[in-house]
C-alpha cells in the first residue's frame, strides 16, 4: 500500500508547472529536481538504482481508501483500477520522478470525445485542425520526425497559424502563439547533453518551415535521446492546456494502422506537466499559459457539439473512407476503403471518469533491471489482478516479464485474448535479450500451456487488415498494426506509447494513460475490431501456434523461430534501419 511517505508526496499540491509559474524563465530539470529530489521517499538517493518490482494480490479496505486520496478523482474508482493504482504509487519510493509527472498530478480524471484507429495521415490531419485553431500553445513530441507527408500537416498547420495571427493579431490577444517540437534522432552530442536544441537554420532540411515563413509564430524545437538505449518513444500533443491527444504513430510515412484518443479535462494538466518536465530545458520562449491559473473545462462536450471535432464529416457509426485526404502517389500509407472500415469513433457522451498517468522515464544504460516504473507496475498488476479476460493489441509481445505474466494469467482460468502482428521487427528482436521473434513467442506459449492443458484460454490472433482475407509478413510492408492497447477484465485500459518489447519495458520513455471506465472500454473494443479482420480471420491453431488459411496453408513471417549466426546478422542491421527509422516494420 501507499506509505505516509507516498501519500504526503502525493497530496501536499506543489508541482512542476506550478513552481515555474513563479518563473518560467528556470531550467525545468533544476525545478523538478528541487522540488522532488531522488530519494526523497524510499532514501535511495541514485536516480539509475533498480530494484525487483513489487507485486502483491492481498489489499485492505485501507489499501484502497489510501490509494483513492493519493488521486484526484471524481468518484470512487473500481477496486481493481485501485488497486493496480496503489501498485504504480508505490514505484514513486524509488524516485519522485520515474512517472515523468509530477506526484499530485498522478491520478486525475477526464473525458474522452474522440478516438481514431486508421493510418497516419487521419490521425495527422487531426493534428492539423488542433494547431491551426490554438490559441495560445502548443506542446508537440514524437519519437521519429520524417519529412515526409505525415509531417506535411505539422508544416502547414505551422504556416496557416502563422498566417491567421498576422491576420488577426487581436484575436490572440496581440502575442504570437509557442509552438514547441521534441523528438528523438539519436547524435554523439548526446552522450554530454541530452537535450539539444535545433537551430532555426537546420528546420528546412527536417521539413519544417523556414524562420522567415512562419513570422505570427514563436517555434523551438527539441532533440531528445539518453545514450545508449534510452529512447524518448513519447508521442503526445497538448494544446491551448485544454486539450491533449495521445497516439501510437510517429510523424512518418509507413503503411501502418494506429490509434490516437483525444482527452479533455483535468488529466490535461497531467500531461501539460508531463511535457514541461520531458522539455526539460529552460525555454528560449516562455509558454503563454504557464503563469496563468489552471481552469479546466467542466461543461464537455460531444460529436458535433465539440468544437474540435467540427472538420469530421465521416459518419461516426458507419462505413467510410478513412478520413479527408488525398494520399500523394506511390505513398506507403494509402487509405483503407474496405466496407464497414470507419476511422475516427465519436464516443457516447459521459461524465469524467478516473485516470491515471502510468508512464516510464528514459533509461540508457544497456540490460533489464529498469523494471520498477509506473507502466510496467499498472500492466503487471492488470496481468496478476485480472480476474476473467485481458485484451492486448501491440505490434510485438516479447517482453520476459509480460510473456511469463500471461502464463500465469492462462494458469489462473483468464482468458487471455491478444492482437500481434506476425513477423513485425523479426531482424531486430533475434538480437540476444530482445526476446526473440512474435512467431518464436506464441509456439513456446502453446507449447508451455497445451502441456498443463490450458491452452485453450491463450486466444492469440495474428494481426489482419480490414482490407485483408489473411494476416501478412511485415516484412512486405503492406499492412501492419502499431496500435499498443491493453484491457483488463473489461474494466480498466491502458493506452499509449509503450510496446510489450524489451524496448518499452526496459528503457525506452513512454506516455500512457489508465482508463476506469466499462464504457470506453467497451468502445474502444469496438473501435478496434471494426477497423480490421483480425477477429474474424486472424486466429493462430491452438495445437501449435501456427496460422493455417482455409485451403490449411501455414502463413509464417519471414524471420520465423530463427535463431544463430544467422539471425544475429540480420537482428544488428534491422536494430540500425529501426534506429534510422528505415527498415520494413514501420518504426518503433
Not at 506526484?103 to 493510418?119: F, Y
Not at 494509402?334 to 476511422?343: E, V, Y
Not at 499498472?378 to 511469463?404: C, H, M, Y
Amino acid at each position: 500500500m501507499p506509505s505516509d511517505a507516498i501519500v504526503e508526496l502525493v497530496t501536499r499540491g506543489a508541482t512542476v508547472t506550478s513552481e515555474l509559474a513563479k518563473d518560467p524563465s528556470k531550467d525545468i530539470d533544476k525545478v523538478a529536481e528541487k522540488l522532488f529530489p531522488a530519494g526523497a521517499v524510499g532514501g535511495k538517493k541514485s536516480k539509475e538504482a533498480t530494484r525487483a518490482l513489487k507485486g502483491h494480490d492481498d489489499y485492505s479496505e485501507r489499501d484502497l481508501e489510501l490509494a483513492q486520496r493519493c488521486g484526484k478523482f471524481p468518484h470512487k474508482p473500481s477496486d481493481l483500477f485501485l488497486k493496480m493504482y496503489s501498485d504504480v504509487l508505490d514505484t514513486l519510493e524509488r524516485d519522485p520522478l520515474i512517472g515523468v509527472v509530477s506526484p499530485p498530478l498522478l491520478g486525475a480524471s477526464g473525458v474522452v470525445p474522440l478516438s481514431i484507429v486508421s493510418t497516419i495521415p487521419d490521425i495527422m490531419r487531426h493534428y492539423h485542425e488542433l494547431i491551426v485553431n490554438c490559441k495560445h500553445e502548443v506542446m508537440l513530441a514524437t519519437n521519429f520526425w520524417e519529412d515526409s507527408y505525415a509531417s506535411s500537416f505539422v508544416r502547414d498547420a505551422l504556416l496557416e497559424l502563422s498566417s491567421r495571427y498576422q491576420a488577426n493579431p487581436a484575436k490572440y490577444e496581440n502575442r504570437k502563439p509557442v509552438v514547441k517540437l521534441i523528438y528523438d534522432r539519436g547524435s554523439p552530442k548526446q552522450v554530454f547533453q541530452n537535450h539539444l536544441h535545433i537551430p532555426p537554420e537546420e528546420w528546412e532540411g527536417l521539413g519544417l518551415p523556414k524562420p522567415d515563413s512562419i513570422p505570427g509564430i514563436d517555434f523551438e524545437t527539441m532533440n531528445y535521446h539518453r545514450p545508449i538505449a534510452g529512447t524518448f518513444h513519447a508521442k503526445y500533443m497538448v494544446v491551448d492546456r485544454r486539450v491533449a491527444v495521445l497516439n501510437s504513430n510517429n510523424i512518418q510515412d509507413n503503411v501502418n494502422v494506429e490509434m490516437m484518443i483525444q482527452l479533455e479535462g483535468p488529466i490535461v494538466e497531467s500531461f501539460y506537466d508531463m511535457s514541461l518536465i520531458s522539455w526539460a530545458k529552460a525555454s528560449t520562449i516562455p509558454l503563454p499559459l504557464i503563469s496563468g491559473p489552471f481552469a479546466p473545462e467542466q461543461d464537455f462536450k460531444f460529436g458535433p457539439e465539440n468544437s474540435t471535432l467540427h472538420y469530421i464529416t465521416v459518419p461516426p457509426s458507419e462505413g467510410g473512407v478513412a478520413g479527408q485526404w488525398q494520399a500523394p502517389d506511390k505513398l506507403k500509407n494509402t487509405p483503407i476503403t474496405a466496407p464497414g472500415f470507419a476511422s475516427h469513433y465519436m464516443h457516447k457522451p459521459h461524465a469524467p471518469v478516473p485516470m491515471a498517468m502510468v508512464n516510464r522515464h528514459p533509461h540508457g544504460t544497456p540490460g533489464h533491471e529498469d523494471i520498477d516504473v509506473p507502466q510496467n507496475a499498472a500492466w503487471l498488476a492488470g496481468f496478476r489482478l485480472a480476474k476473467k479476460s485481458i485484451f492486448i493489441q501491440t505490434p510485438d509481445f516479447n517482453a520476459k516479464p509480460v510473456v511469463e505474466a500471461c502464463l500465469e494469467a492462462c494458469r489462473r482460468g483468464v482468458e487471455c485474448t491478444l492482437y500481434i502482428d506476425l513477423g513485425y521487427n523479426d531482424a531486430a528482436e533475434t538480437l540476444p535479450f530482445q526476446g526473440g521473434t512474435n512467431s518464436r513467442v506464441v509456439m513456446q506459449l502453446y507449447q508451455k500451456l497445451n502441456a498443463e492443458g490450458k491452452g485453450g484460454l491463450l486466444k492469440w490472433y495474428w494481426y489482419t487488415a480490414k482490407d485483408r482475407p489473411t494476416p501478412v509478413d511485415a516484412v512486405k510492408t503492406e499492412r501492419n498494426c502499431h496500435i499498443k492497447f491493453a484491457m483488463f477484465d473489461d474494466q480498466v485500459a491502458i493506452l499509449g506509447n509503450g510496446n510489450q518489447d524489451t524496448q518499452s519495458w526496459f528503457h525506452s520513455q513512454e506516455i500512457n494513460v489508465m482508463v476506469d471506465s466499462p464504457q470506453l472500454c467497451h468502445e474502444w473494443l469496438e473501435a478496434i475490431n471494426r477497423n480490421q479482420n483480425t477477429l474474424v480471420n486472424g486466429k493462430v491453431d491452438e495445437k501449435d501456434g501456427l496460422y493455417r488459411d482455409k485451403e490449411g496453408n501455414v502463413i509464417q513471417s519471414a524471420g520465423g523461430t530463427d535463431t544463430g549466426p544467422k539471425a544475429l546478422f540480420k537482428g544488428i542491421k534491422g536494430t540500425i534501419d529501426r534506429v534510422r527509422g528505415v527498415g520494413g516494420t514501420g518504426g518503433a
